[in-house]
């Protein structure tokens, strides 16, 4: 996931990346850009007033989306790693 005051327009994220934009600000609306890959699923978007800057704040969020297995094998590693550390 890649984000910030980017200052474009229109989208530049690779091909299959999400974009999620604070084009609802009152402040400079549409110039900060959230892009992210399907690793992240159901990315939300808040948009928050701001004073004392040039534009509004932008909250992404979403979701990591944890690969089949991935969670045991690294239990597995916290395990192996805490038999060798004698914890």
Not at 19 to 32: E, V
Not at 37 to 66: E, G, N
Not at 74 to 84: C, F, G, I, L, S
Request: glycine share 10%; net charge negative; hydrophobic share 30%.
């Amino acid at each position: 996931m890649f984000g910030g005051d980017l200052n474009r327009r229109p989208s530049c994220a690779p091909s299959g990346f999400w974009t999620r934009t604070d084009i609802s600000a009152h402040q400079d609306p549409g110039s900060q850009q959230v892009y992210g890959t399907d690793a992240f699923r159901s990315p939300s978007v808040r948009v928050v007033p701001a004073i004392h800057t040039d534009h509004d704040v932008l909250l992404v969020c979403a979701m990591w989306r944890q690969s089949a297995g991935q969670g045991e094998e690294a239990r597995q590693e916290d395990h192996d790693r805490d038999a060798d550390s004698g914890d």
